[in-house]
């Protein structure tokens, strides 16, 4: 599917391309911005940049700084940004494996013994009681089927905590997440 990225190049102030996607990975796509390269040719093609190992440095550290700025953003404000962008942030997890690990850290799921909040797998982790050696998660379309699902029933009568998984890349992202 053709998406347009926000992201614009330039070189010395001077406009190179509108909508690089070379400079943004797919999943961080909602991400708007300006970036002006110095050192970049200002006679370049999508081929040349492609190849070219300043624009692979400059999406590298455009890349991390994004991920940094979302891991210190306060709480309150990264719950808004994720039910607006979580769903296309999840694709991270299977298109960007160098990073995969800053991104497993900013996912966030409800669960049976949040009420309604967002909470990191860590977090889950962390909360596990101590005979517990699985994560236990359900996929659906919606929380209130999930939270009324008779595969629950067993779970709820051990009062163990379970991830609640309401959108379709979910099923995905459980593939690649090999650490938890």
């Not at 509108?18 to 390269?37: H, I």
């Amino acid at each position: 599917q053709e998406q347009k990225h926000g992201v614009h190049l330039y070189s010395k102030r001077v406009f190179i391309m509108e909508n690089c996607s070379e400079l943004m990975p797919r999943y961080l796509a909602f991400v708007r911005g300006v970036v002006d390269a110095p050192d970049l040719n200002l006679n370049v093609s999508r081929e040349i940049l492609q190849q070219d190992a300043l624009v692979r440095n400059i999406k590298k550290n455009l890349v991390k700084k994004i991920l940094d700025l979302l891991a210190e953003m306060e709480q309150e404000k990264y719950e808004t940004f994720y039910a607006e962008f979580g769903p296309i942030f999840k694709a991270g997890i299977s298109q960007d494996f160098d990073n995969k690990d800053k991104i497993a850290s900013l996912l966030r799921y409800k669960t049976t013994h949040s009420d309604g909040k967002y909470s990191s797998l860590a977090d889950y982790v962390g909360r596990m009681k101590p005979d517990q050696k699985e994560i236990y998660y359900i996929t659906g379309d919606s929380l209130t089927m999930l939270l009324n699902s008779p595969h629950l029933e067993r779970l709820k009568e051990k009062d163990l905590e379970v991830i609640l998984m309401t959108d379709p890349i979910d099923e995905w992202v459980i593939r690649d997440l090999h650490e938890f």
